[in-house]
Structures are given as C-alpha cells and as structure tokens.
C-alpha cells in the first residue's frame, strides 16, 4: 500500500515562534503533495497543491508568506507556520498523489497544532 | 460556478443499509471520490468513480450518474466501527478536488 507519514503528530508552541510540519510519501514517488487545515466540526480546507520542484499554489485566502511550503523531492514536503498565532491552532493533514487524473490521494495521520 | 453538497449528519442502525447522497454541479467533470474520516483522523479512500453505475466493495458501494450531477455511497450490515464522517469531492477539469462538508454518519445499536 501507500503509506504517507506526518511528524510531528501534535505540537504546542507559544505565540510568535515557527513550526515546520513534515509530509513523507513512503513507498512511492509523490509527483504531487496537498496541504490541508481542517477546524473542529468543519470539512477539509485545501490550503496549497506543490509539485515537486516548482513553487507550490496556494488557495485564495491562504497567506503564502505565512504557511511556507517546499517539495524539495518526491517524497518529501514540508509546512512551515511562520509567526504562529492561537488562530492557526488547527489540524493541519498532508496527502500525496502519484499524479493527477483519479489518482488517489494517500493522506497523512496529521498534525494537531495547538498555539498558546 | 462549482458546488458540491451532501447531509450534514445521518443517523442509522447497526446491521442497517443506509445511503449518503451527494450532488454536485461543475462545468469540467472528471470523476468522484468518496473517503471516510473517523474524528481525529485524516480521511482514508474509499472509491473512486468515473462512469456512470454502480461499484460494489465488500460492505460499501458508490453510484454515480454524471448527467444528474449525483452520487452516492451505500453502507450495508452497519457496523459501530462505520461512525464516522463521509466525505465526497469531485476532480474537476483541472484535476482540482472540491470537497463536499462530509455527512457524519451515526450508528446506534
């Protein structure tokens, strides 16, 4: 099977300070890695597509500057919250696809983001 | 403009059948997924549709007629462990997934 890592899978930290998420397809090549937000009681919110080697598109609404995204492999993406703040508490969950066309996407366990 | 619905929550008995409905309007149309999420979780495939019918596995079956717009996912012999949201989204032309608010499903005994 397709197995996609996330680490870490929950993380605390204060005000201000920055946090990187890691997003790792396992057992296959990921031509193309999604970002999700998901709030409490609320479906997923696409947040940014990144294919490997190009910058990633990020959708309306969702601060470039501020959720830093790099696919730097195939198998490798990473998320980084800059200046985190409480309202960017929020379960954060990365999924990989082989491609596009009806290709599954194979999602990470997640990562609960708590800001004090 | 694109849109995807589907119930915000179902309630149904254990050893039931039930069947979550999921309607979607878009211009470019290129095929329909269904997931589970258990809370907590992140969401896990369930089926992939892109012709009109019925796909059938194991317990679980999902229905699409692209003229309709619709979709649906069929549970049967509910067990506890299928509580859980139902998420539908669809690939649009541009290879885009939307994603439906998901139904949570409830199971009572």
């Known amino acids: 099977g397709a197995v996609v890592s996330q680490h870490p899978s929950r993380v605390i930290c204060k005000s201000g300070t920055s946090v990187k998420i890691e997003c790792r397809s396992l057992d296959f090549q990921a031509t193309t890695m999604f970002w999700y937000r998901q709030f409490p009681k609320q479906s997923l919110m696409l947040m940014a597509t990144?294919?490997?080697?190009?910058?990633?598109?990020?959708e309306q609404g969702v601060e470039k500057d501020k959720f830093l995204i790099n696919h730097a492999s195939l198998t490798l993406s990473t998320l980084t919250v800059t200046s985190a703040h409480p309202e960017d508490s929020s379960f954060y969950i990365c999924s990989a696809s082989r491609g596009r066309g009806g290709n599954e996407q194979f999602f990470g366990p997640g990562t609960r983001l708590t800001v004090l | 403009g694109q849109n995807i619905d589907q119930p915000t929550e179902m309630t149904a008995t254990e050893g039931a059948i039930v069947q979550i409905n999921c309607t979607y309007q878009?211009?470019?149309?290129?095929?329909l997924f269904w997931y589970q999420q258990h809370a907590g979780e992140a969401p896990t495939f369930l089926s992939y549709?892109?012709l009109d019918g019925l796909e059938e596995k194991g317990r679980f079956s999902s229905f699409l007629s692209r003229s309709k717009g619709y979709s649906y996912l069929l549970l049967k012999e509910l067990q506890m462990k299928d509580s859980a949201s139902y998420l539908c989204a669809f690939e649009d032309s541009n290879y885009q997934l939307i994603w439906g608010a998901g139904t949570k499903l409830i199971i009572k005994p």
């Open positions: 878009t211009s470019g149309f290129n095929g």
């Open positions: 990144s294919n490997e080697g190009s910058k990633a598109t990020y």
């Open positions: 549709n892109v």
